[in-house]
């Protein structure tokens, strides 16, 4: 079946810095999401992304969306204590935008202040 | 306030006790999901409602089953739970459109251990 494979499985960065995750898949994505779970939370959605080649900003995060539509990429510039948890990327099978999930296994992410 | 609420939020069972974890949502969302959470892989989806009576397969159903009489509760039933499925679960609840930011909520979490 389809499968998103999230690298790095962990970080460990200094505050301030910027942070470079990507997702890739062996099968198309018609739209790719990005969550992040805090420590004993459930995920919530950051960004979404329509379509092959769109960027798209959320504060501090940035996303893309690979022109091959089989990767996406998560980057958070001037990284804080906050930012310490699990990102996730996501992405609905078939050919709808709906209904079935697939999840990538996760980067954790953990600043020193 | 909008929500999903799980319960228990911690079950401690034994394997082969029938359980049930419910999940209810403040929303009016057409569109409920069950996911499991496992270290290293994921969340893992179980099942998913389009809208009342309206059920189908995520990618690890075995083992599980689920009902959709009203649109607030998506209960997820273990009629038989085994060891393998000691897990932390996940209720959560949406638009139909998963790509709308601000729209999807995730409940608290259940965290379930079948000895």
């Known amino acids: 079946g389809q499968q998103l494979n999230q690298s790095p499985q962990s970080m460990f960065i200094q505050e301030g810095e910027d942070v470079s995750m990507n997702c890739t898949s062996s099968?198309?994505?018609?739209?790719w999401l990005w969550y992040k779970q805090d420590p004993g939370e459930g995920p919530v959605l950051l960004i979404a992304?329509?379509?092959?080649?769109e960027l798209t900003s959320n504060g501090r995060l940035t996303a893309q969306f690979g022109i091959t539509r089989k990767d996406s990429f998560l980057n958070i510039s001037a990284s804080i204590p906050s930012d310490v948890g699990i990102y996730f990327c996501?992405?609905?099978?078939?050919?709808?935008?709906?209904?079935?999930?697939?999840f990538g296994q996760g980067t954790t992410l953990q600043v020193k202040p | 306030e909008a929500q999903v609420t799980q319960n228990p939020r911690y079950l401690i069972t034994v394997t082969g006790k029938k359980l049930t974890v419910t999940c209810s949502q403040n929303?009016?969302?057409?569109?409920m999901s069950w996911y499991r959470q496992d270290p290293g892989l994921g969340l893992r989806q179980i099942y998913y409602?389009?809208?009342?009576?309206?059920?189908d397969k995520g990618d690890v159903p075995e083992g599980y089953k689920v009902s959709r009489k009203e649109k607030r509760n998506f209960p997820l039933i273990l009629e038989s739970p085994s060891p393998n499925q000691t897990s932390l679960y996940f209720c959560?609840?949406?638009?139909?459109?998963?790509?709308?930011?601000?729209?999807?909520?995730f409940g608290p979490g259940t965290r379930l251990t079948v000895l």
């Open positions: 959560a609840s949406s638009l139909p459109d998963l790509r709308v930011p601000d729209t999807q909520y």
């Open positions: 099968s198309i994505f018609n739209t």
């Open positions: 992304l329509y379509k092959a080649g």
């Open positions: 996501a992405g609905p099978t078939g050919s709808s935008n709906t209904g079935k999930l697939i």
């Open positions: 929303m009016n969302h057409e569109y």
């Open positions: 409602s389009m809208n009342v009576e309206v059920t």
